[in-house]
Nanobody, 125 residues
């Protein structure tokens, strides 16, 4: 089992940047593929980005590709999401999640086994 704690959310103007972090504790961090999801009010939770156990393979939702970068540091048990050129439609609660299948990256939140509590990102126009 792994425990996940997100940080780094906040209020930013459109066009600005934020970096989210996820600190993991418990079972070996490198045993998991990791992902970021987000959920806006009244909407379903959606995939943002994912990375395999080594960090060598990453995937992005079309809405964020080219603006967001996911990375992980297995030595420090951390997952990051660098978000640039933020838009008001990026406003949501962002969640870090761990998948016990370390080699593949799933787009579905149902594939992820452990979740953080979420961090709010608000982008003003």
């Amino acid at each position: 089992q792994v425990q996940l704690v997100e940080s780094g959310g906040g209020l930013v103007q459109a066009g600005g940047s934020l970096t989210l972090s996820c600190a993991a504790s418990g079972r070996s961090f490198s045993s998991y593929a990791m992902g970021w999801f987000r959920q806006a009010p009244g909407k379903e939770r959606e995939f943002v980005a994912g990375v395999n156990w080594s960090g060598g393979n990453a995937r992005y939702a079309d809405a964020v590709a080219g603006r967001f970068t996911i990375s992980r540091d297995n030595a420090k048990n951390t997952l990051n999401l660098q978000m640039n050129s933020l838009k008001p439609e990026d406003t949501a609660v962002y969640y870090c999640a761990a998948d016990r299948s370390p080699w593949s990256i799933s787009y579905s939140y149902t594939s992820f086994d452990y979740w953080g509590q979420g961090t709010q990102v608000t982008v003003s126009s």
